[in-house]
């Protein structure tokens, strides 16, 4: 049956240039929200700039101009990006809009009224130098919880603990540099602590509202005890004014998420529809936000216990990405692999990217890794050397001596596309945002449709005479399963599969397509080559371009203060990472003393397949893990219990220490380790090969 969907992205914050980190969430969205649509469901997808706070009115300030002006600029900018990568809006809208205000003023009003809001007269840290109160992204220090450095003032990126900017050890200003002084100002405060509260998120943290090992984390906190937030800024201050409340204006972490409402209201607006039809508490339509981990707190915590309590509807699924590491590492500027979405288009198709970046997602929480060689052998062997091979090597001789029309279609050889179909792997897959896995199973049908040409040698038949009826019936049957493949990739490969419906002279292509075939005589356009490989040239030069000899930046110069989800950093925090790379620059080598490929070999690393995950009664960390090793099976209980739920650990790849001695322990034996990554950014974080490993495999 169709449905009503509405999707959002989280909202990128108009103070930077969108780079490779954030458009892993809005092309996860954009794939997603495609699929849907092809599939006959009214999906609707809304985003906005994020355009409130201390570091647009500052950044305006530099630059001379109206904030209003900055915004309107950036948002431009964004949006020729989006457009740019193909990311299709139904609505990209501003958070700096009337729409979003009443729903500020509509939802505070009814928190207030509900007895959710107070106000408290609290120290805030005050920059003497620059007089002005310090929003809480706009003071560093040591955290309170786990003690980590240069940490900003209002959550851990260490720990993940929120808490309050006073909190801090040894603050300092991110402005100018100033060690702040304490002032009293009355705030307002959301009571996030109140039993209501609790009561209600308890209930809600759980599948499908959002992903188990969200959950994990989620209940973590809440079993923690909820702090009471701070919803309210000082002036100056750019954005909405709070109602009754002169020189107190909403912390842009309020209006931000109401944006997604503010934007929506915009486009039912413009398109009749109804907005409480989606929004009401008892709507029956699907209301989805993609985002990244860091913003889990606030997307699953604040925002559905404000929604709930101001009389709106919840979201159905709030679903959680990982970050984007370049090459095995953080973006950095000085290697060049920091890149603007503007400096990747001068170069290469953003459809190579596309199609990267879902071959590598899976719907977990898990970062994913753009490794710069793996990106164009990939590319190059899946999208060029499988699929586009299929349709350059048959479709001219339907041309040539056929004159352009097709001939009889070989029903036997499109029974596996057929029974893939209706096994409904694909769909399904994309369904739960496991790209990497629908994407296995269509380049799996590419491998049939080319063994299917390379048995038949359709370029020796056309030498042979009379074969010209065989010839002609495996061409067409060979273009029908490229169509099919096409419709399959359509989500992902947008703009291509426009081309190749225009080559096949071919309706845009539905879902459900692949049960019609390309009927005898229907009449195709004349192939055009549809896909380069990719120059690794093209990549260097582009790496090139982005590499800066960089200097420190001054104390500020890019603090940021609400975060967007889909980064590798903040879009705000560049200064601080350009002076951590110019000094890591400086350093000597960490990884001495180094070792000797004899010693390496002695660790017999081997591809596994977990083939069952279960609990341990008893204990608090581990899981009980059946591996599947190819000639046998281990098992082996691993510490990972708070980052996975058992269920979805069944059926993935992972690497084990396969020669590590068995060890009898307390609730049986183990016979080897997986491998897992972590450290103060998190963890623990199952290692996973590429496509194509098989269990026994041995890593060399």
């Not at 590590?660 to 034996?669: E, Q, S, T, Y």
């Not at 491998?675 to 623990?684: F, I, Q, T, V």
Request: proline residues 6%; contains cysteine.
């Amino acid at each position: 049956m169709p449905r009503k969907i509405l999707v959002t992205s989280a909202l990128p914050y108009a103070n930077g240039a969108i780079h490779l980190g954030h458009l892993v969430e809005y092309i996860q969205t954009d794939v997603w929200v495609r699929f849907q649509k092809m599939r006959g469901h009214d999906c609707i997808y809304c985003c906005a700039d994020d355009t409130h706070g201390t570091p647009i009115m500052l950044r305006a300030e530099k630059e001379g101009i109206t904030p209003e002006a900055l915004i309107d600029r950036v948002w431009q900018e964004h949006k020729r990006d989006f457009d740019g990568f193909l990311v299709g809006f139904d609505n990209y809208y501003s958070t700096n809009s009337p729409e979003t205000r009443h729903y500020a003023d509509t939802i505070y009003t009814r928190l207030r009224d509900a007895g959710l809001i107070e106000v408290r007269a609290i120290e805030q840290f005050y920059d003497p130098v620059k007089e002005m109160f310090l929003p809480d992204r706009f003071i560093k220090g040591e955290c309170p919880k786990c003690h980590a450095k240069d940490q900003y003032g209002d959550s851990c990126e260490a720990c993940g603990a929120a808490y309050q900017p006073t909190d801090l050890i040894a603050p300092y200003s991110a402005v100018s540099g100033a060690a702040p002084v304490r002032k009293t100002s009355d705030h307002y405060f959301f009571k996030l602590s109140d039993p209501r509260c609790a009561d209600f998120l308890k209930g809600w943290i759980v599948p499908p509202q959002v992903q188990a090992e969200a959950a994990n984390k989620l209940n973590e906190w809440l079993e923690g005890g909820l702090s009471d937030w701070d919803i309210s800024r000082d002036a100056p201050y750019f954005g909405f004014e709070i109602p009754d409340a002169p020189g107190k204006y909403y912390y842009v972490w309020l209006d931000a998420p109401i944006g997604y409402m503010g934007s929506f209201r915009n486009y039912c607006d413009q398109h009749g529809l109804d907005f409480n039809a989606f929004w009401s508490p008892d709507s029956q339509a699907e209301v989805y936000h993609f985002i990244g981990k860091d913003i889990l707190y606030f997307h699953a915590l604040f925002w559905p216990a404000e929604l709930h309590h101001a009389g709106f509807r919840t979201p159905s699924g709030v679903f959680c990405h990982g970050f984007l590491t370049v090459n095995g590492s953080k973006m950095s500027k000085s290697r060049g692999t920091f890149i603007t979405a503007e400096s990747y288009i001068k170069h290469l198709n953003p459809e190579w990217l596309r199609y990267y970046y879902a071959a590598k997602l899976n719907g977990s929480m898990e970062d994913i890794d753009l490794n710069l060689e793996d990106f164009a052998a990939r590319v190059n062997a899946d999208l060029v050397g499988k699929y586009v091979n299929i349709a350059s090597r048959c479709a001219g001789f339907i041309s040539k001596k056929f004159g352009g029309k097709l001939g009889p279609c070989d029903r036997a050889a499109t029974a596996e596309f057929e029974a893939a179909f209706a096994r409904g792997e694909i769909a399904e897959s994309y369904e739960s945002r496991d790209f990497g896995r629908a994407l296995r199973e269509i380049m799996r049908l590419a491998d049939v449709a080319n063994l299917y040409i390379a048995e038949r040698k359709p370029w020796e038949m056309a030498k042979q005479e009379g074969r010209e009826a065989e010839l002609h019936q495996v061409c067409s049957t060979a273009l029908t399963l490229f169509r099919d493949l096409t419709l399959y990739l359509k989500p992902v490969l947008p703009a291509l599969a426009e081309k190749v419906e225009a080559f096949l002279n071919i309706p845009a292509l539905a879902w459900t397509d692949v049960w019609s075939h390309l009927p005898e005589g229907h009449a195709i356009n004349e192939y055009q080559h549809l896909m380069t490989r990719i120059d690794p040239k093209k990549i260097e030069a582009m790496v090139d371009e982005n590499r800066q000899n960089l200097l420190p930046s001054p104390p500020g110069g890019g603090a940021g203060e609400a975060g967007t989800a889909a980064a590798t950093e903040h879009p705000a925090r560049h200064g601080e990472h350009q002076q951590s790379e110019a000094k890591a620059e400086t350093v000597a080598t960490p990884w001495e003393p180094f070792i000797a490929i004899d010693d390496f070999t002695k660790v017999d690393l081997r591809i596994a397949r977990i083939a069952n995950a279960e609990h341990v009664e008893g204990a608090d960390k581990l899981l009980k893990l059946t591996l599947d090793v190819g000639t046998e099976t281990r098992t082996v209980f691993a510490g990972i219990k708070a980052a996975y739920v058992p269920e979805s650990l069944v059926g993935r790849l992972t690497v084990m220490v396969a020669n590590l001695a068995p060890r009898k322990m307390k609730f049986g034996m183990s016979e080897g380790m997986v491998l897992a990554a972590s450290d103060e950014r998190g963890g623990p974080f199952l290692l996973a090969p590429d496509s194509g490993a098989q269990p026994g495999m041995r890593i060399k």
